[in-house]
């Protein structure tokens, strides 16, 4: 049995990693990542892990698993920022308010299929401008859905969150244990 990441994502690579799993590969999924019209954000994440997941080739045994990360601020599902511009932008009207990641997880292990959403909210500090414009000259924003990480210094700009810590970071270890779990897959 082998065990394939189906992300680019070298967040979720570490996150693996961190949870014990070592003898695992990369399949980087080629796929279009625009969203099916009509989903809610939820649902969109959960359709775009499962056609990541779907995407990788396995043998039999293999162990694939898939993620995606849709950040929202209400209903506006906020994408990586093309530029610095636009980072500062998210950054100002995240600051001061919640807003909601959703990662969708599916894994696939002979023909079975699980796919799950892990729902955390984040509550961002107030920022001013001149926070925002410095957090933004980091580089950190670029590559982010809504424009921070908060596993590096993104986390200064984080008041609190309820729910999954590592959700916010691409990847719900804890629902992914149990979900690997239920195919025979113990990370304990």
Known sequence: MGIILASASPRRFELLGKVGLRDF??????????????????????ALSRKKAESVNAGPGDVIIAA???????EKILGKPANAEEAEKTLAMLAGNMHTV???V???????????????????????????????ATGEP???????????????????????FYNVMGLPVYRLSLMLGRLGVELL
């Open 25 to 46: 590969w990369v399949s980087a999924p080629e796929i279009d990542e625009n969203p099916p019209p009509g989903l809610s954000a939820p649902e969109i994440a959960a």
């Open 68 to 74: 995606d990360t849709v950040v929202c601020f209400g």
């Open 102 to 104: 959703y990662t969708g």
């Open 106 to 136: 599916t894994v696939l292990k002979d023909g079975k299929a699980l796919t799950e959403t892990e729902t955390t909210q984040v509550y961002m500090r107030e920022l001013s401008q001149a926070q925002i414009k410095r957090y933004v």
């Open 142 to 164: 670029q590559g982010k859905a809504g424009a921070y990480g908060i596993q590096e210094r993104g986390a200064l700009l984080i008041k609190r969150v309820e729910g999954d």
